[in-house]
């Protein structure tokens, strides 16, 4: 017995241990969202963000309108052009989608590694209609960056931003996301800082990751 307990205890830690090293080997090879971060107010950070070019979507489903973006950096575009994907995801209303790939839904502004929880679709905030972008990299302009053939499918110039943001690990469930909004956004208001349209979550990891190993973060655009 205690044999057998010591083997499924090694098991245990070999599973670990490469789930450990498959995070970071993600973090390493993902092109993340540059930033500069500007202030801090307690554990929230400002960060102001570059010009950037996001694709987007207005889809009646999550799935729907990541299945329009995802084609679309799959080569859905006028030079059928393969795009590579940016970190992190970013998601106005929960995580219930399942992609694999960083993404924004909601208020406009979010593509290879993570992927957030499976689950059904989210509707937004807005009509019903969920709200999708995808953040283009760093080297697309919105002259440079391939048009989509798909005529729901926009190209937008993401200008300049400060992006309020609190991070935390765990698994990222609705109800947690809404309680670390809600500190996010307390924080904020009791330091004075005006904020710009909702908060939205984002996540930087595949649905396997540990949970004390995920990356997560709510984020709200501030006055500058």
């Known amino acids: 017995m205690a044999r057998k307990a010591t083997v499924a205890a090694g098991v245990v830690g070999s599973v670990l241990a490469a789930a450990g090293a498959w995070t970071l080997y993600q973090r ?22 570059p010009e950037l070019v996001t694709v987007e979507t207005a889809a009646d489903s999550t799935n729907a309108a990541f299945g329009r973006l995802f084609r679309y950096i799959g080569g859905a575009n006028d030079g059928q052009t393969e795009i590579a994907m940016t970190a992190p995801v970013e998601l106005d209303g929960g995580v219930s989608i399942s992609m694999t790939a960083p993404v924004e839904v909601g208020p406009p502004a979010g593509v290879t590694g993570p992927i957030v929880d499976d689950g059904a679709a989210t509707p937004s905030e807005d009509g019903g209609r969920t709200r999708m972008a995808f953040h283009l990299p760093e080297d697309y302009d919105i002259e440079s960056a391939p048009t989509p053939t798909d005529d729901g499918v926009e190209l937008v110039a993401v200008p300049e931003r400060t992006l309020a943001v609190r991070r935390f690990s765990g698994r990222p469930t609705d109800g947690r996301i809404d309680r670390e909004r809600e500190r996010l956004l307390d924080t904020l208001d009791g330091a004075g800082v005006a904020v710009e349209g909702r908060p939205f979550f984002m996540g930087y990891d595949a649905p396997w990751t540990l949970p004390f190993l995920r990356r997560n973060e709510v984020a709200v655009e501030v006055s500058d």
Do not use: F, I, S
């Not at 390493?28 to 963000?49: H, I, S």
């Open 28 to 49: 390493a090879t993902t092109e993340t969202v540059p930033y500069t971060v500007v202030a801090t107010v307690g554990d929230v950070e400002l960060r102001r963000y």
